[in-house]
């Protein structure tokens, strides 16, 4: 991908108060054209990166730039280029939907109704109730309306689809890749790890502040780590196969070994030599594995060396 | 756009205006209703001449003499409450400003449309404090069609003056509260520091009018109410010198809120 970066973070920084750090030195990058999921749990720093991103706090160090500007000397400027839908949506409860779009399309001075349209159709929306009577799902409709309705070039989600119903989820997964399609920019914070595997070119995972790794989603999904599940005659593989290198997460149930293996096939079928192996199932790890791997103690999977026995219990 | 939160802040409050308009009215129609005549008048002034001094002085009485006319009657007890009132709502709308949506969460999105914060923060203020002019012309209606049904002959541009001397009051209190909210950000926080500061002044300035020579009358000059003397007013005129103070103050505040304001984090 070429082109002027559409988001870039160098070292960003933020801390509260009594040493708290939000954010620790962040160096990210966001191509145009692309959809960049931005994972991590709670408290990772998502919405801390989103909200500098938009100029509602101010980092303590580092800097953030968007389209090649700094968010916060042009910030202005950046905002008419951009869509935003909160984690959490608040609007004022006593505007119906139709109202707060027309509210925010007098401030942005532009709106392309009739694409304003489609898309309360598109996601079955009804924008004549009052804010206060929309329940979760509709308010996050209104907030994707308002988000998406000036055709912004760069939109960043946090949390979109949280509270969408399986059938909305798929319309908004539509309506992202219609974005990417027409050469815009999404950049959305998730927990939903189908929808990233579903719509995303590129993700990030975030953990304490940090940034752990940035991967296409494919090289994510498809990195050097394999879950594999044996059945050897006899049983007791799992005692054998415990210091073999690239073997974590070893468990044994029912007569069958299962195991994640990072790295070459080798050492573990050198390993397994002496043993009757009846049955062997390799399968390439689902995001979510990925994901919680980095959940857990910060390092990427595919590094990992953890050898686990059947309680679950690190060696 | 430029104007626009100006034009949609009066067009989303047209309710609150309209209802703070017609309560104050109502106070000042009944306030009318109960002095029909002077004979009336009359027996409510001996009423209010055997109060403790103290209330006199919350209702901006420092002679009792002051009460035996209609004009003088109403600057003491239409005016004086009228301040107070004045001075709830500038508190309201002061929070509204910025504080209110921010607790509320709902600035994350609107700063994050195309709209600088002195912008936001300025359009606000100025649409707040047309709401509030048009809230004491309605307080002038109410009063003057009361007046109408009563049999008292009162010098009506005295009355006009006094609603005219309450306006740059409201503004700077409105200034006040934007600049605690400015500040804190926090509703309940700025709440409590706007009404803090509100009501400390309305203290030192009554107070401090009534005991000459202590330290609250040293610091009566630091509270906007020390600028409004509906008595005053209804003897003398307007002053100016005292509404541009009270003009300049309310500018130097909106300034400062706006200054803090762009500086800090928002809905932290």
Redesign the interface.
Known sequence: MTGQLVIETRNLSKSYGRGIKALDSLSLSVQPGEIFGYLGPNGAGKTTTIRILLDLIRPSGGEARMFGQDVRQQGVELHRRIGFLPGELNLWKGLTGREVMHYMARVRGTTDWRYADQLIDRLKFDPSLRVRSYSTGNKRKLGLVLALMHKPELLILDEPSSGLDPLMQQTFNELMLETKADGRTVFLSSHVLSEVQAICDRAAILNGGQLKTVSTVEALTRSNVRLVTLKLKGGGGAAMLQAVPGVSDLQEADGHVTLRLSGDFDPLLKALSAAYVEDMHVEEPSLEDIFLGFYGNGNAVSNGRRTTDRTGASS | ?TG??FW?TLR?RWRFTLLWGIGLALIGWVTMAAIPNMESLTRLTEAIANMPPVMLQMLGVDDVSQLAGPESFLASAYFARAIILMAVFAVVVGLAVSSDEES???L?????????RWQLQLERFLAFALIGVIVVAFSWIGLWVGLRGTELVINEARMVDNFIGLVPLTLALIAIAMLCGAAFGRRALALGAASGVVMAGYIVSFLGGSTEGSFLNTLSPLSPFHYYNPNAITREGLNYGEMGLLLVVTVVLVGLSVWLFQRR????
């Open positions: 756009m626009s939160i949609l989303h509320e969460g709902i994350d999105v609107v700063l994050s449309w195309p709209l600088p984090d928002v809905g932290v």
